[in-house]
């Protein structure tokens, strides 16, 4: 197979925020979207992000955070609760695990 034909435009998708605690604060559950895909720059950044830099992942996953319609959810007038943020967080990091 040649390299070239793993090659793709990077494609959103749903994830979903389904911890119990979390459901049961908010009443149901909560699901974003994200591209599939990433630029290596972003992949090594979030890499390189760890538990003593939380600042940091956080800034490199807020534009991984997308509405369906591919816009970012968190920007100057707009942010999560903290729990959310987390979660989201923790959901991206495991897809992009996969």
């Known amino acids: 197979m040649e390299l ?3 090659a793709a435009k ?10 119990k605690a979390l459901v049961k604060k908010y009443g ?3 699901t974003f979207h994200t591209l599939d ?3 290596l720059e972003t992949f090594m950044q979030l890499a390189d ?6 600042g940091e992942m ?11 319609e591919g816009k ?3 920007n100057k007038d707009n942010v999560l609760p903290t729990d959310i943020l987390i979660a989201a967080i923790t959901v991206i990091v ?3 695990g996969k």
Not at 11 to 18: A, F, G
Not at 49 to 54: F, K, L, R, S, T
Not at 58 to 68: F, Q
């Open 58 to 68: 956080i800034e490199v996953v807020k534009p991984l955070m997308l509405t369906k």
């Open 37 to 39: 895909r990433l630029p």
């Open 28 to 30: 149901e559950i909560v």
């Open 94 to 96: 495991e897809q992009l």
């Open 49 to 54: 992000a760890n538990q003593e830099h939380v």
């Open 10 to 19: 990077p494609q959103l998708i749903e994830l979903t925020i389904d911890d």
């Open 72 to 74: 970012p959810i968190i």
């Open 4 to 6: 070239a034909q793993l």
